[in-house]
């Protein structure tokens, strides 16, 4: 080996998914794109790749970190995590993303996660979302929302965000390596790890929490806060039991309508958010794969079935598709009594032959003037009654509304359906004419600006199944600088259901960012 040369050194370069995907083959790429000999190189890291196909020609963008004869040494992942049984305990409500990472920081900073989930466990909320679909009846605390983990649990696990401002994406990303995610999601421009995967780490977490001290009580559901002089000190649980703690995080989803409900009854400060509506879409993988891999027949075995992501405005409203499941399946995701409600979901193989992908229109307060009189529930209650109608138009059942994508654009019923992957049953009904009026107008007009950028994606093979109303929380629980409600001291609203947050690893970073400000307000104060 030549003495000069450098022993680690980072390079970026195209190469093709073969030479991606095959070890020798990226060793020679190396070589050839870097002038480096291929007897020198000892280990290369990949550090960062992204798929692109824009061009006609598919190749991952990379950046790799060559060793040449140094020994690799790979990262630990490990968090540090300190003895908590008896240090000062934060009550935690909700064990989605927000709570759980809430809880592992905790640990770190010297506090006793005490976790209040409606839910089960993820081992025992499994069965119940199996029987979901078979017995057409929604359990309130254990669904596709509800339960150890929360909504991500069981819709896929995606880990892109836009939020690199809100906090550490990698320490986020290191935390689901550390209980048993695949390294590469610290790779991945756009990392997933899939349903199948989340439910072994989620149950990983937990007992990484308790292990240290932490508690958890499941099927236990908020009742109310234990709020002395303007103060939250805990909670209370609908059997009357009184958890007390330094402070309490609220983490407990954008489908809890009860806590808004809650809130609105003790006058305690709310907001109406913006958020979004429309309908999962769902078109044969292989169409997709041929629409954004320019061929009919791309080398499948080297590419991973793919994606897209599609924006455009129509009449002041935002139009766009919303966690886009590539080989995936429709899952019904209904969470109490009257509501239709579909989400999409995909396994870590992503090897279902149907790609389906929410297709959303903004909704704001001045879209529904005649919930204007609901004040800050406006849009909970509008959101409400959209998942009611439908409900009932299937004759009130969770039974999913199935129409071509064809047929609802041009306002027609279909005479017959494709087949679908939803995880239930679905009946022949005419969208445009359930959906409000301003819904069906974006969605219409979109997916035929969507078909000039995706040629082939208006087309009769695709179907619309409604209706898609859980994209974010309607309603936001207002907090200050610190983080904490401006009406109530050391409560901390965080994460989805809060509205400060649109995904697992921003609601995760958002957990994150209040046990830190419990850290330095409360405790170090104390």
Not at 3 to 28: R, W
Not at 174 to 186: K, L, N, Q, T
Not at 289 to 314: E, R
């Amino acid at each position: 080996m030549n003495g000069e040369l450098e022993l680690k050194k980072q390079y970026t370069i195209d190469i093709s998914p073969q030479e991606y995907g095959t070890k020798a083959l990226l060793y020679q790429a190396l070589a050839r794109e870097t002038g480096l000999h291929f007897a020198d190189l000892s280990h290369v890291e990949v550090l960062r790749r992204s798929l692109d196909s824009r061009r006609g020609r598919i190749c991952y963008h990379t950046t790799v970190e060559v060793y040449c004869g140094e020994e690799y040494v790979a990262p630990n992942y490990s968090g540090s995590y300190q003895d908590c049984h008896n240090k000062p305990a934060v009550i935690i409500v909700g064990a989605g993303p927000a709570g759980l990472f809430a809880a592992l920081r905790a640990l770190e900073l010297g506090m006793k996660p005490i976790i209040i989930e409606r839910g089960k466990p993820v081992e025992k909320r499994r069965p119940d979302i199996a029987l979901l679909a078979k017995t057409q009846t929604v359990d309130p605390n254990s669904n596709w929302c509800f339960g150890e983990g929360g909504a991500g649990t069981y819709s896929d696990g995606k880990l892109y965000t836009r939020s690199n401002k809100r906090g550490n994406i990698q320490e986020v990303l290191h935390r689901f390596i550390e209980h048993g995610a695949d390294p590469s999601i610290v790779i991945d421009a756009h990392a997933h790890i899939g349903t199948d995967k989340l439910s072994g780490i989620i149950a990983n977490m937990r007992h990484t929490i308790e292990g240290h001290g932490g508690e958890y009580h499941f099927s236990t559901r908020m009742a109310d806060l234990i709020v002395e002089q303007d103060e939250v000190c805990g909670i209370k649980d609908t059997e009357g039991n009184d958890y007390r703690g330094i402070a309490v995080i609220l983490a407990t989803g954008h489908s809890a309508r009860d806590i808004y409900e809650l809130f609105a009854q003790r006058n305690w400060t709310l907001e109406a958010k913006p958020f979004a509506m429309g309908v999962r879409v769902e078109h044969p993988q292989e169409l997709i794969n041929q629409i954004q891999y320019h061929s009919k027949k791309p080398q499948m075995q080297f590419l991973p079935p793919a994606a897209y992501s599609l924006t455009t405005q129509v009449d002041g409203h935002g139009v766009f598709s919303f966690c886009m499941c590539p080989g995936g399946c429709i899952v019904p995701a209904a969470t109490g009594e009257m509501q239709q409600v579909v989400n999409g979901m995909s396994n870590s193989h992503r090897n279902s032959p149907f790609a389906n992908s929410g297709i959303a229109v903004t909704v704001s307060p001045s879209d529904v003037p005649e919930y204007a009189q609901y004040g800050s529930l406006a849009l909970l209650r509008f959101q409400q009654d959209v998942e009611r109608r439908m409900f009932e138009a299937v004759g009130g059942s969770i039974t999913a509304p199935l129409q071509r994508l064809t047929d609802f654009c041009q306002n027609r019923t279909s005479q017959d359906n494709n087949r679908t992957n939803y995880l239930g049953q679905t009946a022949n009904l005419p969208q445009h004419e359930l959906l409000p009026r301003f819904i069906v107008k974006g969605l219409q007009q979109g997916f035929r600006d969507f078909d000039r950028k995706m040629h082939g994606f208006y087309t009769e093979q695709a179907s619309i199944l409604s209706v898609e109303s859980r994209t974010s929380s309607p309603v936001r629980i207002p907090r200050n600088e610190s983080l904490q409600h401006p009406q109530l001291r050391n409560l901390y609203p965080c994460g989805e259901g809060a509205g400060y947050a649109g995904g697992i690893v921003s609601s995760a970073m958002d957990g994150i960012n209040a046990i830190n400000q419990i850290s330095k307000t409360i405790l170090h104060n104390s």
